[in-house]
Nanobody, 119 residues
Framework: QVQLVESGGGLVQPGGSLRLSCAAS????????MRWYRQAPGKQRELVAT???????TYADSVKGRFTISRDNAKNTVYLQMNSLKPEDTAVYYC?????????????WGQGTQVTVSS
C-alpha cells in the first residue's frame, strides 16, 4: 500500500509564506511525476505545480514567480514553497503522484492540507 501524507498548511497573513510537504510511503519502486493541486470552496480542483522525475517544473500562471515546487527523491518527498501569499490562494492543497509499485504505475492522492490566507 502507498500513502501520501501532506503537512505544513495553516493560517498565514497576506504576503506571508508557507512550505508544504508531501511524503510518500509504502511499497514504492519509483516515483515519476509529482504534483500539487488546490481546491477552493465552490471551485474546481486546479493544478498548481508539477515536477517531473528529472526535476523540470511547471506552474499555473496564477502562482508563477511566487511558488516553487521541489522534490527530494531520497526521501520520496515533494515540497511546495509558497511566498507572497494572497487571500485567493486560500484552498485545500493536495499532493498527487505517479508511483510505480512493482510492475504498475498508479496515481495516488494525499488527504489534503488547508491553507488559509487572511488578515
Amino acid at each position: 500500500q502507498v500513502q501520501l501524507v501532506e503537512s505544513g498548511g495553516g493560517l498565514v497573513q497576506p504576503g506571508g509564506s508557507l512550505r508544504l510537504s508531501c511524503a510518500a510511503s509504502g511499497s514504492i519502486f519509483s516515483i515519476n511525476t509529482m504534483r500539487w493541486y488546490r481546491q477552493a470552496p465552490g471551485k474546481q480542483r486546479e493544478l498548481v505545480a508539477t515536477i517531473f522525475s528529472i526535476g523540470t517544473a511547471t506552474y499555473a500562471d496564477s502562482v508563477k514567480g511566487r511558488f516553487t515546487i521541489s522534490r527530494d527523491n531520497a526521501k520520496n518527498t515533494v515540497y511546495l514553497q509558497m511566498n507572497s501569499l494572497k487571500p485567493e490562494d486560500t484552498a485545500v492543497y493536495y499532493c498527487n503522484a505517479d508511483i510505480r509499485v512493482e510492475q504498475l504505475i498508479r496515481n495516488y492522492w494525499g488527504q489534503g492540507t488547508q491553507v488559509t490566507v487572511s488578515s
